[in-house]
């Protein structure tokens, strides 16, 4: 089933979108961002955008243009979801490619958000899908949140920029993403500096190798719900081990479907 995106604007539009948004981040009636802002970011030129699976919402994207720093102007994609229906799978890397489409013919060609460094889909739909990097590690950058997805956990985030005219970007954008070979890459003499443990647990090793990788829980989101304690020790070690693995100056180059992320010293 094709969608309809387009831009939102009407004041109905919006409020089906703050409702959409407080679904998908179990915050019934009190959605994350609400209809009187998106009525006014809409107002001022920003990108509000909705995809339609057969005249219903499905989906939705906002993002606002700043300019960090000054004279260099960005879009910062602040929110996007996409209902969990399975005629929906897919809207995410759409509503992406539209907005993208969006800052190209406005000139603007750098765009920012954060993703949670411990949510394995997302990151490798951020890196690997859309072509997209990670240059820094942001800790607890939102403080202690309340949502359904995130309750009792610290925000780490990693702040993601995507270099809209970019060979990478350009290639994702058309279907062929450089996907990583976390075995080959083992064969290589890369080394593990966390990999998931027989119960679950983060088994943390320091290394300094070239090449690094580092694996993330399954569904961490599940895991916050059955066993808050062990998901606060992945948040920690993922924090040392992943972000201070950035700070000794590793770069991200990727990440995969099952779960590691790849780093380089460079």
């Known amino acids: 089933m094709s969608a309809e995106i387009r831009e939102l604007t009407e004041l109905e539009d919006l409020r089906q979108l703050a409702e959409l948004f407080a679904v998908v981040w179990g915050r019934s009636g009190a959605p994350p961002i609400s209809s009187d802002i998106l009525r006014a970011l809409a107002h001022s030129g920003n990108y509000i955008s909705g995809a339609f699976l057969d005249g219903r919402l499905a989906g939705g994207l906002v993002g606002w243009l700043g300019g960090a720093p000054p004279g260099q102007l960005l879009m910062h994609s602040h929110i996007l979801?996409?209902?969990?229906?399975?005629?929906?799978?897919?809207?995410?890397?759409?509503?992406?490619?539209?907005?993208?489409?969006?800052?190209?013919?406005?000139?603007?060609?750098?765009?920012?958000?954060?993703?949670?460094p411990l949510v394995r889909r997302n990151v490798y739909f951020n890196l690997t899908k859309l072509g997209a990097v990670a240059p820094v590690y942001l800790v607890n950058f939102y403080g202690e949140m309340r949502d359904g997805i995130n309750t009792g956990d610290e925000s780490d985030r990693l702040l993601i920029q995507w270099r809209?005219?970019?060979?990478?970007?350009?290639?994702?954008?058309?279907?062929?993403?450089?996907?990583?070979?976390?075995?080959?890459?083992?064969?290589?003499?890369?080394?593990?500096?966390?990999?998931?443990?027989?119960?679950?647990?983060?088994?943390?090793?320091?290394?300094?190798?070239?090449?690094?990788?580092?694996?993330?829980?399954?569904?961490?989101?599940?895991?916050?719900?059955?066993?808050?304690?062990?998901?606060r020790e992945w948040r920690m070690a993922l924090r040392d081990a992943l972000g201070g693995s950035i700070d000794r100056g590793y770069r991200i180059t990727g990440a995969t479907r099952s779960g590691w992320y790849v780093l380089e010293n460079q």
């Open 164 to 231: 809209l005219d970019s060979q990478a970007v350009e290639d994702a954008a058309a279907g062929r993403p450089i996907e990583l070979d976390v075995e080959k890459l083992r064969s290589w003499g890369s080394d593990a500096i966390v990999t998931v443990g027989p119960a679950g647990e983060p088994v943390v090793k320091a290394s300094p190798a070239r090449v690094l990788i580092c694996q993330v829980p399954e569904d961490i989101v599940a895991l916050r719900h059955s066993d808050r304690g062990l998901a």
């Open 81 to 116: 979801g996409v209902s969990p229906e399975r005629e929906a799978r897919g809207l995410g890397f759409e509503l992406k490619q539209h907005q993208r489409r969006w800052c190209l013919a406005r000139g603007v060609t750098l765009m920012e958000w954060t993703t949670d």
